[in-house]
């Protein structure tokens, strides 16, 4: 009943049966409902009507997933509510256990300052989402992917996006890995700072490879 309803594109139906089939007992939603339910809402452009849902599964221990907050996040920022969809962020990564978001929810994020000029909290979001991702045990490769993504976005990595992925390296013990990256750096024009160097000096020093990787 409730596929029959979505491909008509009847969400009011949808909210009728739910709320009907809840009275009754018969159902209690999971996240995957709510979730498709709130996703359906957000598409239609019915944000006030998806917010209710999104309050109850927090109410009634439905945890949402990163769908559903993607979905929020997405939807706040076509509306020009970027602060909302920060917020949302945030609560996600802090509250649900999320520490590392996928890449949709930055690009929505990055999207809605975008849509509103602010360069410098695009920056700053870069940096901190390649921050967070190589932060994490085992995810360099996937901090390396945001980096080669940026520039499909016209965003452009700098100093310190580079230098938090040298000094992941370093510390996972990538040294020729931390290297083309320094010289990719500089390749770019950007001018390594003390962070960087010492970065690439710590690793070195520590995997005792001072004299033959600099000779190299």
């Known amino acids: 009943m409730f596929e029959g309803l979505y491909s008509r594109g009847d969400n009011a139906g949808v909210l009728k ?41 927090k109410t009634e221990s439905i945890p949402p997933d990163v769908v559903t907050y993607n979905t929020f996040i997405d939807m706040y920022c076509k509306e020009g509510m970027v602060d909302e969809a920060r917020a949302i962020f945030e609560h996600m990564i ?40 190589a ?36 510390k996972d013990k990538r040294l020729t890995d931390g290297k083309k990256l320094f010289k990719e750096m500089k390749d770019h024009g950007l001018k390594p700072n003390v962070v960087t160097l010492s970065s690439l000096l710590d690793g070195l020093c520590k995997n005792a490879k001072i004299v033959k990787q600099w000779k190299q």
């Open 17 to 57: 049966l739910l709320r009907n089939m809840e009275s009754h007992g018969r159902y209690r939603p999971n996240a995957v409902v709510c979730s498709t339910i709130i996703d359906n809402l957000c598409k239609d452009q019915l944000l006030p009507h998806a917010l209710p849902l999104f309050a109850e599964m």
């Open 135 to 170: 932060n994490q045990s085992g995810k360099v490769d996937r901090a390396l992917g945001l980096l080669q993504e940026m520039p499909l976005k016209e965003l452009y990595p700098n100093v310190v996006t580079y230098n938090t992925l040298i000094d992941a390296w370093c």
């Open 94 to 133: 802090k509250n649900c256990q999320i520490p590392i978001p996928d890449i949709i929810s930055y690009s929505a994020l990055l999207d809605g300052y975008g849509l509103r000029g602010e360069m410098d909290e695009i920056e700053n979001l870069m940096n901190l989402m390649v921050k967070r991702t």
